[in-house]
């Protein structure tokens, strides 16, 4: 471990001054100081485009770019031949419906069972996949522990099930959930099983094999990265039998005027001038995470802060929270609801007071309806964060209660 988790602020330009307390790690993290040089070292000293310059920084391109996907496979245990770039978790969701809509011939009346917990990124182009096939959608509801409800699932996943996507944690309420169940039920079924990872991946320990599902999905600008870059990871087995989802240049064999082929490695999903910078700066972030000590070490971390702030927000009158009860569960996500405040208005005081808190849907509006509710404020901790971050969110819910009862 290169630093202490005290001193940890000092790697961020952003954190290091301590002006305000960052708690919105769940819409995009912060950036070390060495994500930054990795990028900027690309474009001061190498920039070029990969996989075809026959001279030395176009060769020194790829072989960052091809490093960086062994770096980040490594970090998921995936192979290699495993991982692919994309512009993010979104990019990764529609890129992968498109591909399996190509690959498969769905008929009418098939079904694809989703968590409720699911992202916008995640729901939506399933849901169009369904209108365009006429396939039917079903939900997998909460339990009453803010956990879904497994037995609910396996009356769900049924012999017309072909896809079952279901997130690793949720942005909104941090559970993490237990997708073996799940995975386990749709592959009886022999459906393909998603796992949207974005709120999980450099959260806790991911292993993809151990995890069993076919496909997975995450943002780099969630994990230290920067915007822009994604990972769909797929099962050796699928992408073999996988038709691409998106064409264009550098994912091809041979194009001729009326058909194509496809380049017989990992290419073939990467159409297009990659995110190369990207690419090499989620590298750097994962490096700089396992530096730090590893997922393990941050989970439990972040699992101590939500304790405490769990403990400090049950000072704040009116307060309900929305999370599992064994913090060991939770990726660090705490959304909350103040009576009579509307959460904008809690995250506008709380911004005021140069604290980060994020309110609305988050992009989860199935689950925030099922919740009963139209919003929520939600606070998201990650290891830069401290206890003096949740002491100044706590105040300025203090501040919220007084002003608004
Ligand atoms: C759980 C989850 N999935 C998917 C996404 C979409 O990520 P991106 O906007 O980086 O494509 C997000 C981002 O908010 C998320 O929190």
């Known amino acids: 471990m290169h630093n202490t988790f005290e001193h940890i602020k000092k790697d961020f330009p952003v954190l290091k001054d301590n002006t305000f307390a960052y708690l919105d790690t769940a819409a995009t993290s912060q950036t070390p100081q060495s994500v930054i040089d990795a990028i900027s070292d690309y474009y001061t000293n190498y920039r070029a485009s990969i996989h075809r310059g026959l001279y030395p920084v176009a060769e020194k391109a790829t072989q960052e770019y091809e490093k960086a996907r062994e770096r980040v496979a490594e970090f998921i245990h995936a192979g290699t031949d495993e991982v692919i770039f994309t512009a993010g978790a979104t990019a990764s969701s529609n890129m992968l419906v498109y591909a399996l809509e190509n690959t498969f011939d769905l008929q009418e009346g098939d079904e694809i ?20 096939k006429k396939l039917v959608m079903k939900y997998i509801p909460l339990a009453n522990n803010f956990e879904l409800d497994y037995n609910k699932a396996a009356e769900l996943i049924t ?12 942005n909104v309420l941090g559970t ?9 039920l749709g592959h ?3 459906a393909i099983v998603i796992s949207d990872a974005t709120a999980a991946v450099g959260h806790i320990p991911v292993d993809v094999h151990h995890l069993g599902v076919d ?19 797929g099962k050796k087995e699928r992408l073999n039998s996988l038709y691409p989802g998106f064409f264009g240049g550098s994912m091809i064999d041979v194009v001729e005027k009326d058909r194509a082929t496809w380049a017989d490695d990992i290419s073939r999903f990467e159409a297009g001038t990659s995110n190369i ?34 403990q400090e927000l049950k000072k704040i009158e009116g307060l309900t929270v929305y999370v599992e009860a064994d913090v060991r569960k939770n990726t660090g996500i705490v959304s909350f609801t103040i009576d009579g405040i509307h959460p904008h208005d809690i995250a506008q005081i709380a ?13 989860a509006m199935p689950l925030i309806e099922e919740l009963g509710l139209s919003a929520t404020a939600r606070m998201s901790l990650y290891f830069y964060n401290t206890k003096n971050d949740v002491d ?8 919220a209660v007084k002003t608004f009862k």
């Open 113 to 132: 069972v989703i968590s409720i917990t699911e992202h916008h990124a995640s729901i939506v182009p399933l849901q169009e996949f369904a209108r365009r």
């Open 159 to 170: 012999e017309r099930t072909k896809i079952v996507s279901v997130m690793l944690a949720s």
């Open 176 to 184: 993490i959930h237990d997708i073996s169940k799940i995975v386990a």
């Open 188 to 190: 009886k079924v022999g």
């Open 215 to 233: 496909f997975l999905y995450f943002s780099g600008h969630k994990i230290c990265g920067p915007t822009g870059i994604g990972v769909l990871y």
């Open 277 to 310: 910078a990207g690419v090499i700066g989620l590298a750097a972030a994962v490096t700089y995470l396992e530096d730090i000590g590893g997922t393990k070490a941050i989970h439990s971390i972040v699992a101590d802060l939500v304790e405490y702030a769990m």
């Open 351 to 363: 911004g005021q007071n140069n604290v980060a808190i994020r309110a609305g849907h988050h992009c």
């Open 392 to 399: 100044r969110l706590i105040l300025s819910l203090q501040k």
